[in-house]
Nanobody, 124 residues
Framework: VQLQASGGGLVQAGGSLRLSCAAS????????MGWFRQAPGKEREFVAA????????YYADSVKGRFIISRDNSKNTVSLQMNSLKPEDTAVYYC??????????????????WGQGTLVTVSS
């Protein structure tokens, strides 16, 4: 099973970026997916998650109202639309697949498959 994240880059504060994550090798549609981020010197933190069918979405308070998570099970992809970006959003962003089918979660330990990470830098 592999996850490939893309879409990171440098953007000015107030701008937008869209991250994508392509999955292969497992029945993607049976698993909840999440996005996490890790800033330099900090622990990896939850950003957003989406249930296996895409009905339920969960967000960290710090990104609620600015970020939108979505998935396309026909294409085995999950995306994170990031709007109104702030310098404090600067981090390496990781997509992840839940360890258990039909489950969702906000904890790092809820996920057992991780993408390689994509760097998002927001300048002030």
């Amino acid at each position: 099973v592999q996850l490939q994240a893309s879409g990171g880059g440098l953007v000015q504060a107030g701008g937008s970026l869209r991250l994508s994550c392509a999955a292969s090798g497992r029945t993607f549609s049976n698993y909840g997916m999440g996005w996490f981020r890790q800033a330099p010197g900090k622990e990896r933190e939850f950003v957003a998650a989406i249930s296996w069918g895409g009905v339920n979405r969960y967000y960290a308070d710090s990104v609620k109202g600015r970020f939108i998570i979505s998935r396309d099970n026909s294409k085995n992809t999950v995306s994170l639309q990031m709007n109104s970006l702030k310098p404090e959003d600067t981090a390496v962003y990781y997509c992840a697949a839940n360890a258990r089918p039909y489950a969702s979660g906000r904890g790092v330990n809820d996920y057992n498959i991780w993408g390689q990470g994509t760097l998002v830098t927001v300048s002030s």
